[in-house]
């Protein structure tokens, strides 16, 4: 073979193979043109249902957001409006409370005054009784009158030609007590006064037994002045160690002292305020001198202005 053969087989075997190559790189760019045309119809239908999905979920969203919001606006009206009620009930409440209180502070000063006066009129009408502590049950037998007026007589040097004139004697009106229990006191009631304040007076002078047992005399009071007198208990006990003798007044209360020292220091006290005054002295301290002190000064043992002015 000549040397033009060979250079022309060479040449042709190169162009085939250029062929070749041109032919497979367009077949690659045509795959290629194809994959990207069908990506991109891909990603567009994906766009689209992406679009189309999110537009859906979006306005469902929406739509329960407003409806939750629309709930929540509602419940928020209700809520307000029951606030609003209750405010008004409150108001009103508060308004009612405040003359209720009123009502009820005029009403318990109207008591307290009843009451005053329920306890002023049961002391008067005790005035001319008297209680007598410690009888034995049975000891009256049959008839207390005529028991107590035996022993008046038998006890108490009583001047002659006087009259008792006892008008009832009883047992306090309480449950028999058992034996070994304290006997109920016998309250005996006269017709004069100043003969009630005359026995009195002999009987605490002189010690008074029967059957050996000391009897004790004293006022028929009230339940309330009972209660008054034990906070002063303490007080009596001290001067009786001192050998300082005390006595009840008739009324066995310090209201009449209270309303002596209104009139002549020109003061409107009130019953509230004198036994705060009473109270205070009694609680204020622990020793019985001071304690007796206080005592005497409110009950006008020392000078009263009334009197200082008199000087």
Not at 207 to 231: N, S, Y
Request: hydrophobic share 35%; charged share 30%.
């Amino acid at each position: 073979m000549n040397a033009n053969s060979v250079e022309g087989e060479n040449s042709d075997s190169a162009g085939a193979n250029d062929r070749a190559v041109h032919k497979g790189l367009k077949e690659i760019t045509q795959e290629i043109g194809e994959l990207k045309q069908a990506m991109k119809n891909d990603l567009t239908a994906f766009r689209d249902d992406f679009n189309t999905n999110f537009r859906q979920e979006f306005a469902s969203f929406k739509e329960d957001v407003t409806s939750k919001l629309m709930a929540n606006n509602n419940q928020l009206q209700d809520h307000k409006r029951s606030i609003d009620e209750a405010e008004k009930r409150t108001v009103k409440l508060e308004t009612w409370n405040i003359q209720a209180k009123e009502v009820l502070v005029k009403t318990i000063q109207q008591q307290r005054k009843l009451q005053e006066k329920l306890t002023n009129m049961e002391g008067r009408s005790r005035r001319s009784s008297i209680r007598i502590f410690r009888v034995p049950e049975g000891a009256e037998g049959d008839s207390v009158p005529r028991f107590i007026e035996n022993l008046l007589w038998s006890e108490l040097a009583l001047p002659e030609g006087t009259d008792l004139s006892i008008q009832r004697a009883h047992r306090a009106a309480a449950r028999k007590p058992d034996p070994g229990e304290t006997p109920r006191s016998i309250i005996v009631n006269f017709l004069q006064f100043h003969t009630k304040e005359m026995l009195l007076k002999k009987a605490w002078l002189k010690q008074i037994k029967l059957d050996g047992k000391p009897l004790f005399f004293d006022h028929d009071d009230t339940a309330e002045v009972v209660q008054k007198r034990k906070a002063y208990a303490e007080i009596k006990k001290a001067l009786k160690e001192k050998n300082i003798k005390s006595q009840t007044p008739l009324t066995s209360s310090t209201h009449s002292i209270k309303e002596k020292w209104g009139k002549e220091s020109e003061l409107q006290l009130s019953t509230e305020d004198w036994h705060h005054i009473c109270h205070i002295q009694q609680t204020a301290t622990s020793s019985r001198i001071w304690k007796e002190f206080c005592w005497k000064n409110i009950i006008r043992f020392f000078i009263t202005p009334k009197t200082k002015s008199d000087f």
